[in-house]
Every structure is written in C-alpha cells, then in structure tokens.
C-alpha cells in the first residue's frame, strides 16, 4: 500500500471539512482507499490528512490537478505539503 501525508493549515476547519466531505467521490474513482483526519493539539486550523491510495502516482496526479487546485482554494487551504510514503511495515501491538 502507497499513502500520502498532507499537512497544511486551513482557514477554517468546518469550512474545510465541508469541502472534503463533498469531494469524497472524486478522491475515492482518483484512488484513494482510506483516509484519517487529524489536527495539532494546540492548533485547531493545522490539519493532517493521511490517506492510503492505489499508487503514488495516482495520487499525484489527484493532488496535482487543476481541479484540485482550485478545490484547495475554495477550501481555504493554505500551503499544503504532500509527502508521498511508501509502506515498509505495519503491525499492532
């Protein structure tokens, strides 16, 4: 499995999360499998998105996207950061 960690502050977070939910269906036919949700402790607007994807490259070209570009900006994203990670190991304890 390939994933993507997303970290970027938005300007709103209920506004943002309108958004994301909205856009559920593009990002699952892109390629995306699952996906959490979380926030800085102290900073309720910093937000990380970590979602599996089919490939790295699908998710590229889903975060590259004009589409997406624009999407991002409706949102009230400011300067995300894409990290796209390769899975090693995984495990519970």
């Known amino acids: 499995m390939q994933y993507v960690l997303i970290i970027h502050e938005v300007a709103d977070y209920p506004a943002w ?7 559920a269906g593009i990002r699952r036919e892109a ?3 699952s996906y959490q ?3 800085y402790q102290n900073e309720p607007n910093r937000i990380v998105h970590f979602s599996a994807w089919t490939s ?5 070209a ?3 996207s004009p589409q ?3 999407i991002r900006q ?5 300067a995300p950061e894409f990290i796209y990670l390769d899975q090693l190991e995984a495990g519970q304890l």
């Open 37 to 39: 949700v979380l926030k």
């Open 68 to 70: 997406l570009v624009q």
């Open 62 to 64: 889903f975060f590259e």
């Open 74 to 78: 409706e949102a009230g994203v400011k």
């Open 17 to 23: 999360k309108a958004v994301f939910d909205g856009a």
């Open 56 to 60: 790295i490259a699908d998710a590229k």
């Open 31 to 33: 390629g995306e499998r």
